[in-house]
């Protein structure tokens, strides 16, 4: 019902009991009843007289005026001292009319925990608006209530399931904690210094130097003698603070020169070279107040008398939130003009173009509630707030990615994925008018935490991830390769260098989801070669690959190479490494290798001999079945005359065997039986040795 219509609402209400009276009399038809029936109906009237003459004591006309001016600390103002006004028996249904009115002025002025208490003494004194249980739902959703919220929204739905206002707040509420849970690397505090005991808002840098931060307050400070019949307290005015060479901020200031008022001005915006504002100022004509955009110009550290910045002929719709893109070519801006989506829009127009080329940004990002404080940071990059998408309660902060195109559908039109920026950005409340400084770090605003619905300026910083990869070059022996050449380059084009220390250590410095190829060089060793792919997960990792080269001139072990008992045939389990064996080969394709087979001890001399020689070129046939050519191939059977001494890998797998010894026939007689067989198994070895790097293909 209409807040002008509410004195007919009275009146409809005493009709209703008189009909009522009438009839059940009719019934009884007795005429002393008649004459009682002619008291009462005077009775109810004087009452109505009484009643309406009562209203216009508080102007409650007024109040519903102000309400649809938008001046809703007015209006609450008068709503409130009606409440208090009525007998909570007598006046019962004008009391949960009266609460409902109230509860609809606080959930305008952000204050969530006031209106929830007033839209519950709505249901306590039985109003039936149809709106009740959608507000009470969207109060309890501020307060971060999202249970309670979800039971009232499901309420609603049942009078209207195709509730988008429900649907939305729903999907809000159930993720919420799901954000609170997950949380972000961003860190948000609230900048006290910029904050005042009232309102402040709407920060913006005035170019890419980030020396000097704008933002909207209506502190004590600020000029004009009247206050807002909005919120209260005095209108915004434009201040500004400045950082020093130590990074340090000074205390807020009110712009010089002609721009502040004693109107509200705010949401200031900054064309690319500084010297152009643009902002919203609300202007009273006669009502109701519309909100424009204008211009103001900068000479030295004084701004101009505001411009009015004609966007369309349209004098009924509002304007606000302006927003320069980075190339200065487009003004972003909110309006609720005809063809939106609904509520309030994010709309842009050409500034280079003197036909003004006016386009909507679309379905995707806006939506039938209100898209608000865009901020264009690059053309793929589009932050903004709204409470038409489900976020944790008022307006979300939300990030736009422009999709990449179909490069074979020229008709194609954009694409955004958009994601709700999450917790601690976002908050029960409302959090909005976000402006970025250096990296991920920047200010933003919101009411969290205020009773009054006052905003403040909080400042947030997404630290860098700390994502490394790190190792250790080593030779086939366990030994520290100092000075070794590490590369690794990235898909991304990246390419880092660097050498590793006299332990052999090295690190780098990684970014999330890129592929990246590793090799490691050193004199005297072959070459060694990584891949690697980071993953995309959101916290600071660190990756270990390490790099065992083999020795250029020195006999190097092939690990697993496995042989059937008293055979030369290659088991499967021994592909493996024979395959990383034949990568070595090509990437190193002027080598000659000798690879050379070992047995251990048992069986006569001679017999060791020949099945090692088999056994060699078992695995020279493999290779070169693999792509690497015979001449740089020699199979070399040495049977049990070679022992192998103890290296320090050796020693770390068999502690029991000192480094330096030499697992001879002689040596292993004096050990028990599990530990001679361990030797036997050391010696049964397949080795490579470089003998040639002048081989030519």
């Given amino acids: 019902m209409g807040k002008s219509a509410f004195p007919g609402y009275i009146v409809g209400h005493t009709i209703k009991r008189l009909v009522f009276t009438f009839l059940l009399l009719k019934q009884l ?11 009462m109906v005077g009775l109810m009237l004087t009452s109505v007289v009484l009643s309406l003459a009562s209203c216009k004591g508080p102007k409650l006309k007024e109040a519903g005026e102000a309400y649809d001016r938008g001046e809703y600390f007015d209006a609450a103002t008068i709503y409130r001292k009606l409440y208090n006004r009525y007998n909570r028996k007598e006046d019962a249904w004008l009391r949960g009319e009266l609460a409902f009115q109230l509860g609809m002025c606080h959930l305008k002025l952000n204050q969530g925990n006031r209106a929830t208490s007033a839209f519950q003494n709505a249901i306590r004194y039985e109003y039936d608006g149809s709106t009740l249980m959608l507000r009470l739902a969207q109060a309890q959703q501020r307060e971060g209530q999202y249970t309670a919220a979800i039971n009232s929204y499901r309420a609603y739905l049942e009078q209207d399931p195709e509730s988008w206002e429900a649907l939305v707040g729903i999907q809000g509420c159930e993720q919420a904690p799901k954000w609170k849970e997950e949380g972000s690397r961003y860190i948000v505090k609230q900048a006290k210094l910029f904050n005042s005991r009232r309102a402040d808002y709407s920060p913006m840098f005035l170019d890419s130097k980030m020396e000097y931060l704008y933002f909207t307050s209506t502190n004590e400070k600020a000029l004009g003698t ?3 019949e909005i919120t209260g307290t005095k209108k915004g005015d434009i201040f500004f603070s400045k950082r020093d060479e130590k990074g340090k901020w000074s ?19 900054f064309a690319p070279n500084g ?18 955009i204008y211009t103001s110009s900068r000479s030295e550290a004084q701004w101009s008398a505001p411009q009015k910045f004609e966007i369309t002929a349209d004098t009924l719709s509002n304007y606000s939130d302006p927003f320069v893109s980075p190339d200065g070519d487009w003004l972003y801006f909110v309006s609720d003009m005809p063809g939106g989506q609904g509520g309030t829009d994010i709309w842009r127009i050409n500034l280079k173009d003197k036909h003004g080329t006016l386009e909507n940004l679309g379905p995707q990002i806006n939506t039938k509630g209100n898209e608000r404080f865009p901020n264009v940071r690059t053309d793929s990059l589009l932050y903004f707030a709204s409470d038409g998408h489900p976020g944790m309660g008022g307006l979300d902060l939300f990030l736009a990615t422009l999709q990449p195109r179909d490069e074979n559908d020229k008709t ?7 994601s709700n920026m999450g917790v601690p950005m976002n908050s029960a409340a409302d959090d909005f008018g976000i402006t970025f400084g250096e990296g991920e770090s920047g200010y933003f605003s919101s009411n969290r935490g205020d009773a009054r619905g006052y905003d403040h300026l909080f400042s947030f910083v ?20 100092p000075n070794a050449v590490i590369r690794i380059v990235g898909d991304d084009g990246s390419n880092q260098k660097t050498a590793s220390k006299p332990d052999g250590s090295f690190r780098f410095d990684l970014q999330r989801g890129v592929k990246y190829a590793m090799l490691a060089s050193a004199d005297g060793y072959l070459n060694g070669r990584q891949e690697f792919e980071s993953d995309t997960t959101e916290e600071d990792a660190e990756y270990n690959v390490d790099f065992v080269l083999a020795a250029m001139f020195k006999a190097q072990i092939v690990e697993n190479i496995f042989y059937d008992f008293d055979k030369a045939v290659l088991r499967d389990e021994s592909k493996l490494a024979l395959d990383s064996l034949v990568m070595l080969l090509k990437d190193h394709p002027n080598i000659v290798v000798e690879m050379a087979s070992h047995t251990d001890r048992v069986g006569s001399e001679k ?39 103890v290296t320090k890998r050796i020693h770390s797998q068999y502690p029991q ?17 599990e530990d001679q067989e361990a030797a036997d198994q050391i010696n049964r070895r397949t080795e490579f040795q470089v003998l040639d790097t002048t081989y030519e293909y």
């Fill in 275 to 292: 010297q152009t504002m643009y902002l919203a100022r609300a202007v009273r004509q006669d009502w109701p107040t519309n909100v424009e």
């Fill in 462 to 481: 997404k630290p860098d991830l700390q994502i490394w990869i790190s190792g250790y070059v080593v030779d086939k022996d366990d030994e520290p390769v």
């Fill in 657 to 673: 065997f000192e480094e330096g010894v030499t697992l001879d026939v002689e040596f292993i007689k004096t050990l028990s039986k």
């Fill in 412 to 418: 194609a039109l954009d694409r955004w994925a958009i």
């Fill in 29 to 39: 038809q007795f005429r002393f009843m008649k004459r009682i029936l002619y008291i």
């Fill in 226 to 228: 009247l206050r807002s």
């Fill in 251 to 269: 205390r807020p200031e009110l712009v010089e020169g002609g721009l502040n008022t004693e109107h509200d001005e705010g949401a200031p915006a």
């Fill in 607 to 645: 017999y060791n001999q020949g099945l090692s020689q088999r056994r060699a070129q078992s695995v020279v046939d493999y290779l070169i079945a693999n792509g690497i050519p015979k001449e740089r191939l020699k199979p070399a059977g040495y049977g049990e005359s070679r022992p192998k001494t």
